[in-house]
Structures are given as C-alpha cells and as structure tokens.
C-alpha cells in the first residue's frame, strides 16, 4: 500500500499485473486504507484485540478492523497464521471474522530457528484442525478445503513447491519453495497452507480445485 514509484502508486501497479494474470491477489497488514483495485485483497489478522497487537509488536488491531469497515473492497479476506501464541484463541478468532470479512484463509507458522517459540507443535495442530474442519461444516466461511486441512495435520501431502513462483523485491524471481534461499527447508514442519492446497488441486482432489477457484473466480 506504500509502493511509490515516481507518480505510480499500488493502482498503477494492480493495472500493470492484470494485464498479465487472470486474476490479482494482494495480502497487506492492514494498516493502511484498503482501497488497492485487486481481484482479491487479504488482511493479516493473527489474533484477537491484545493478542495479535503482542505479536505484530504494536497496538494496531484496531485501527485495522477500522480499515475493513470502512472498505468497499467486494472480496477482502482475512488470512490468519497460527502459531503456538494464537493457536487457542483461534477458533474464537475464525467466528470474529467471519462476521467483518468475506472469506478466511489459514496457514501455519514456520520456524526459522531451531528452538522458536511460536513453533506450534503437531498434536496441538491436529486438535485445532479438527476444530477448524468443525467450524467449516457449521458454516464458518474458511477456505481451506478439508482435503488440505487433513493433510496439514500432521503434513501427510506430496509437496509440489514448483506450482509456485515467488517474486522478490530485488527484482528476481524464484520457482518453488517460499523457504529456498532464505532458510533451512524442513518439510515435516510446513504450514504453507496455499502450496498443500496447489499440490493436492496438481494431483486432481477437487476438494482442493474448487478451494482455489473459489479464491480467485
Ligand atoms: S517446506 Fe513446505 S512448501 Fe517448502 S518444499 Fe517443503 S513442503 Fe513444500
């Protein structure tokens, strides 16, 4: 939302990528007015009131509900990463949402470091998920598909990570894993909910296919 060059703003920038991709997509922290043209327009949002203040490390929860309010965006949603900080006040956290967003998208935390503390581990991850999955029937608008929440449980998926491209702010770009380059790659720890999602729509689940179209359609 900050993106200047010369007279050319983030608008300029959303123009520039759809003349190139069928849909755009744009992820922001919130904390700006949310008026980017995308297709698709996420907030990060990790927590409730205190919770995700203490993890963004400044007291900006409500000035970013405040943001959403006042949108007219017709497709913004909210993408929350659980970690072992958040992970309780999660389903609490999905209910909220779900009331201010159109649609809710989730991933895991990924540790960077040996011992990081916002690591979430396994056992507590499956609970939540089960959890998850229990809000999803109920008609908590999440969209993950349940075929890339079971597999996430306990990471029982083949990752096809070149699905993928990342573009970096230096101007290269990066076929793959997120993590290639930048840290250790530790599969049996991913949360990278999107490319569980692209690997299992690659091997034909449709849970998975339809998940995706209903981001970007
Ligand atoms: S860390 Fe995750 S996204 Fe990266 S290659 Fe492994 S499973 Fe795929």
Known sequence: MLWRDGNRRV???VAYARQRFFSV?????GTQPLDAPTDVLWVSVDGLGETHNQLRGAPVFDSIMANVRASCHPRLFAHVTVNAINADEVPRLLVFLNESF????LQFYYPYGQEDELFLDFDRREKLLDEVIRLKEKGIRVLNSVAALKALKR???TCRDRLIDNANPDGTVQ???YLRGRAEIDCTKCGFSPHTEI???FQGNLRAIQSGMR???
């Not at 997509?25 to 922290?29: S, V």
């Not at 159109?102 to 998208?105: L, Q, S």
Request: hydrophobic share 40%; charged share 5%; glycine share 8%.
């Open 155 to 157: 990471n029982t998926w």
């Open 11 to 13: 608008h300029d920038l």
């Open 215 to 217: 981001i970007f359609w």
């Open 102 to 105: 159109h649609a809710i998208t």
């Open 175 to 177: 076929q793959g894993c």
């Open 199 to 201: 690997s299992l729509a």
């Open 25 to 29: 997509g744009m992820t922001t922290n």
